[in-house]
């Protein structure tokens, strides 16, 4: 009889739990069966390791063959099983060095041939095994991710042959590094691109200044997509730490991490047909969904009355708290997801109220009801709202006015993000209640502009709060130490469209 136990890694959420995978060769008639509450792709694991071993030319124990996947009560998906289950078969059998494995943990799914093929969650597993203080052996397509993990001993192999001839010490792997402090140079759609609107511009660097959600109302055709597209280009670069969390989550998806991708600002823009499940995540095995993969990025929903109105009241826990948590019968798994809300719409079914050529011919009971699709809690949640109106002719065709650059305004961006983050350690649209007394202070003036506002607009405690932090942000743009009543009356008019839900 022969035991070995070596070390992988599962997928769960965010997590990425060990797995003792444990296989036991006992006399009897040849066979093969894996337990430990493996799913169909695990199962299928045994014709892949059984072909694997035998075209890397060792030799298939003909024996009874029991591989079991602890703790048991842990679902168990994916091919990356597939390289610790046919170590095991090896060193069970005598044919690999029974310490060599010692201090690694392994992952990888094996082809017919023996290669080794890339493994979803490899920088989340790569935390994991760093954190344990062991090495990470998996497939040289996912080694580039893994090494993104600061400290982390990483080794690519391309196949079941070259991790054995590691193990046997007859050509040991390299490690993988990664020089994460290399500034990735990223080009966005550069704002200057944009004719006129410059109001909208104005509202977009104060939406990113203070990270602050948005929602442009406006005709067809007035570049409310172009200006979200360009958003990315004008936020501060992303941190050491917001670029890993980033790609960690990225890595957990369905999609995977780009290693190309990395320190880029995120931008989705999840069609209006999406379900809730595509835009928070779920699924038996929970993954995230889009509010996560647009973590430290910009979630973009055009056409927002088209939206569900159950999917869009998904919305309003991520906004408030920057997470998600997903609860199934059998588990329970959060996402991150700080984001920046950026939504577009028209302001009626046809798209033209109040557009110059008067082709509008919706009654107000049926833009009412259009706008209506959208619930008053999930606007009082989005800090700035503007109205986008069309191009005048003579702005779309003047060649000689130059538009600001997106390096011109990142700039100032910057600035006023820094100020927010030495006074209180956050982004303004991030204090909270308690915070917003103490950083948000305004003069006498300016508070008795805010009860006019509260009392005409009939504002909410928590559009006031968001009134407040949008007026902080307003004040760190132009420099100020504290917050005037100039500041508070520009932030009041980012919310004056006039919802009536």
Known sequence: MGLAVLRSRSLAGMESPEVMVEVHLANGLPSF???????????????????????????????????????????????????????GILVASGQLDSKAHAGLEFAGELALTGELRPVRGALAMAHRVNAAGRGFVLPAMSAPEASLVRGARIFGASSLLEVCAHLNGR?????????LEEEECHSYPDMA?????????????????????????????????????????????MTMDEALESATVQSVATSGFEPGRWRRRPFRSPHHTASAVALVGGGGNPRPGEVSLALHGVLFLDELPEFDRNVLEVLREPLESGRITISRAARQAEF????????????????????????????????????????????????????????PPQELTDRLQPSEPSTAIAA????????????????????????????????????????????????????????????RTIADLAGSSGVTAAHLAEAVQYRRLGFDT
């Open 336 to 391: 991150p997801a700080r984001f920046q809300l950026v939504a577009a719409m028209n302001p009626c079914p046809c798209g033209f109220l109040g557009h110059p050529n008067g082709k509008c011919r919706c009654t107000p009971d049926q833009v009412q009801r259009y706008r209506g699709r959208i619930s008053g809690p999930l606007l009082d949640r989005i800090d700035i709202q503007i109205e986008v109106a069309a191009i």
């Open 171 to 179: 050509a040991a792997l390299s490690p993988w590094t990664a020089d």
């Open 193 to 237: 691109e944009v004719k006129g609107q410059a109001a909208a511009k104005r509202a977009l660097e104060i939406a990113a200044a203070g990270a602050h959600s948005i929602l442009m109302v406006g005709p067809p055709g007035t570049g409310k997509t172009m200006l979200a597209e360009r958003l990315p280009g004008i936020l501060p670069p």
């Open 33 to 87: 069966s894996i337990v430990g509450l493996p799913d169909t792709e695990v199962k299928e694991a045994k014709d892949r390791v059984r072909a694997a071993i035998q075209t890397s030319h060792f030799e298939f124990p003909a024996r009874r063959i029991t591989v079991n996947l602890a703790p048991a009560d842990l679902p168990k998906e994916s091919g990356r099983f597939d390289l610790p289950i046919a170590l």
């Open 412 to 471: 100032r961006v910057i600035r006023a993000r820094a100020m927010a983050l030495e006074r209180q350690g956050s982004t303004n649209s991030a204090l909270k209640p308690g915070d917003v007394d103490r950083h948000c202070a305004s003069d006498g003036a300016g508070d008795a502009l805010l009860r006019q506002a509260i009392e005409r607009l009939g504002l909410s405690a928590r559009a006031y709060h968001r009134v407040r932090k949008v007026a």
